[in-house]
């Protein structure tokens, strides 16, 4: 008997666009499968000459999530200060580190590995949200990361509990959330940003 098998797969467009940074999780473990994918996709970024100075630290267990969790800044444009609540947090990270800071373009390698890891994520309906307001030192204490990589950047993980709506930019670029707590992200219009052939 022949059975038909349809699989649905999102292409790279309809991922950018339908991405946006989720920081309200649903408490569903993340497969390790999946991570190492999402590390394998940041590892094939582009980097610059080609000197590869990332490496990727998978965090999954329970109780170092929630230490990990303490080390970070959410959310910084609302008001009064915001946090996931306990039901809502993340339940895995990727923590960027780097092992030559005196690379001078390290930080767009890391840029270019981020929106893959992203990208991966989103194609997997796994919700993202890169962050930089962290506790370093605190975080190589509690990962146990030898001196030699420095921390540069975590991108938090787990399937969505919310779906952001994107609104077309006005005054201001602050994210805001209304009544219902949807999450509102204003973006600069297409037509007021490309130039083409000419200004």
């Not at 994918?37 to 610059?48: C, D, E, I, Q």
């Not at 609302?78 to 946090?83: E, Q, R, S, V």
């Not at 890169?130 to 975080?139: G, S, V």
Request: hydrophobic share 45%; aromatic share 10%.
């Amino acid at each position: 008997m022949l059975v038909l098998c349809i699989v649905m797969v999102m292409n790279v467009y309809d991922a950018i666009i339908s991405r946006r940074t989720i920081r309200r999780f649903q408490k569903k473990p993340i497969k390790l499968d999946l991570l190492r994918r999402f590390v394998n996709a940041a590892r094939l970024a582009p980097s610059a000459a080609n000197l590869q100075p990332l490496e990727y630290f998978i965090v999954t267990e329970k109780e170092i999530c929630s230490k990990i969790f303490e080390t970070i800044g959410w959310a910084a444009y609302i008001t009064p200060k915001w946090t996931p609540s306990v039901e809502e947090r993340p339940t895995a990270y990727i923590v960027i580190l780097v092992k030559d800071i005196n690379n001078k373009f390290y930080t767009r390698d890391v840029s270019l590995a981020s929106e893959n890891i992203v990208l991966a994520a989103e194609e997997e309906s796994i919700g993202s949200c890169i962050l930089y307001n962290i506790n370093r030192d605190k975080i190589q204490e509690i990962l146990k990361i030898p001196k030699m990589l420095q921390v540069d950047s975590i991108i938090a993980l787990g399937y969505k509990a919310e779906h952001p709506v994107v609104e077309d930019f006005k005054d201001s670029v602050k994210y805001w959330r209304d009544g219902n707590e949807v999450l509102h992200v204003p973006k600069r219009r297409l037509e007021d940003i490309i130039h083409i052939n000419k200004f």
